[in-house]
């Protein structure tokens, strides 16, 4: 499968992750399949305020691309414009405190190595509602009516929790700290393969392959993107040109499942983040796939 999305076509979300503390819209430009290993969901993130997000870890994978503005993750460390953060699974960081300030954020939450998979937007949305019948949100964390404040606990966790019925699991974290990539201090690389394009690789990770780089496509140059073997996810950031019969521009997306391509060919000086996904075979998922048990009834 091979999909585009156009900014200007994709409305925004408003109030749709309401377990954590602030104001952000998103524009859900792809997503994955529920229950795979390799599931996912690509966002643009806006913000013009507060937010706030308490320590905590995933048991999933996340890139942050800051498109504009800045945007804080923990005391004293913060992604500006054109940074890009790799948030590993089971590493944990924060508190998160964002002060009110325009942001947009290119985010991507994925299935890591683990096989622990990721959990949908549906499943989110539907665990979010049932909770607020049943306690109450705050800052970043859940606790149930009639629980002490010192009860409180991560909300990601309470509803993930929620929706598949068993403890959270974390894997063993593979890197200590999430990983800053300022971009403004890496060299571009001439690609000898192909001419008019110019690499920057800002990270290779874990055993499953995830790749983060940014290309530079000269004016009248060509690249095809994709991976025989992984989805490959991109986005530009500045530039326009040809691609499938129609045309990209500012801020479109390509989504780009294995053993499947992408042609571009640039009509001016055209930049873009590529991500490669980690590829977890269905065989080796270790949680992902097994169904969960009907949520408790209020």
Aim: charged share 25%; aromatic share 10%; proline share 5%.
């Amino acid at each position: 499968m091979v999909q585009i999305a156009h900014f200007r076509d994709v409305p925004w979300s408003e109030r749709e992750e309401r377990h954590r503390e602030g104001s952000l819209s998103f524009k859900n430009l792809f997503q994955g399949e529920e229950a795979d290993p390799n599931n996912f969901r690509l966002v643009l993130s806006r913000s013009d305020g507060a937010y706030t997000s308490p320590y905590h870890r995933h048991n999933f994978d996340q890139v942050r691309f800051c498109v504009r503005g800045s945007a804080n993750i923990a005391p004293g460390k913060t992604l500006h414009q054109g940074d890009v953060g790799y948030f590993p699974e089971g590493t944990p960081y924060g508190p998160q405190k964002d002060i009110p300030s325009e942001r947009l954020t290119l985010v991507l939450q994925c299935g890591g190595a683990s096989g622990l998979g990721y959990m949908s937007s549906a499943q989110l949305r539907r665990g979010t509602e049932e909770l607020e019948k049943r306690g109450k949100f705050g800052g970043g964390r859940f606790r149930f009516n009639g629980q002490p404040e010192n009860q409180a606990r991560d909300s990601y966790e309470a509803i993930w929790e929620h929706i598949f019925q068993r403890p959270m699991e974390y894997p063993q974290a593979r890197y200590d700290d999430p990983i800053l990539m300022r971009s403004g201090a890496f060299s571009w690389a001439p690609d000898s393969s192909h001419a008019g394009i110019d690499r920057m690789l800002l990270g290779a990770f874990t055993e499953r392959g995830t790749r983060i780089e940014m290309l530079r496509i000269t004016e009248g140059a060509t690249i095809t993107l994709g991976d025989a073997n992984a989805m490959v996810l991109a986005f530009v950031i500045s530039g326009r040109g040809k691609v499938a019969g129609g045309a990209f521009e500012d801020y479109s997306g390509f989504r780009i499942d294995a053993a499947e391509s992408l042609r571009l060919d640039a009509h001016a000086v055209s930049q873009m983040l590529v991500m490669t996904l980690p590829v977890v075979h269905r065989s080796e998922q270790v949680r992902a796939g097994i169904p969960a048990r009907q949520p408790q009834t209020v």
